[in-house]
Nanobody, 116 residues
Framework: QVQLVESGGGLVQPGGSLRLSCAAS????????LGWYRQAPGKARALVAT???????NYADSVKGRFTISRENAENMVYLQMASLKPEDTAVYYC??????????WGQGTQVTVSS
């Protein structure tokens, strides 16, 4: 059974930076596709960034050039480095893992609030 635990959220001023971390347990981490999603109040959960087993990345247009997703297979970790944060980035951020068999797992989420 795969489990995901996010950390690193918090309150940050506009223009600031945060790094989110997601620790995975269970299974063979290096074979999984990974991603970060976010859900703002009153809105549907939306893709932020994904990274494949081969390291190929994909970003939502709204975060391109500001956010960077990375993975450390040896540590079973996936990260989201966020820079130049805007108030519209405020949301609960969720870590996602998809196995080779297309089973999807989610973490519990971490709140990111961008406000002065």
């Amino acid at each position: 059974q795969v489990q995901l635990v996010e950390s690193g959220g918090g309150l940050v001023q506009p223009g600031g930076s945060l790094r989110l971390s997601c620790a995975a347990s269970g299974g063979i981490f290096s074979t999984y596709s990974l991603g970060w999603y976010r859900q703002a109040p009153g809105k549907a959960r939306a893709l932020v960034a994904t990274i494949t087993t081969g390291g190929r990345t994909n970003y939502a247009d709204s975060v391109k050039g500001r956010f960077t997703i990375s993975r450390e297979n040896a540590e079973n970790m996936v990260y989201l480095q966020m820079a130049s944060l805007k108030p519209e980035d405020t949301a609960v951020y969720y870590c996602n893992l998809v196995t080779f068999g297309a089973t999807s797992y989610w973490g519990q989420g971490t709140q990111v609030t961008v406000s002065s």
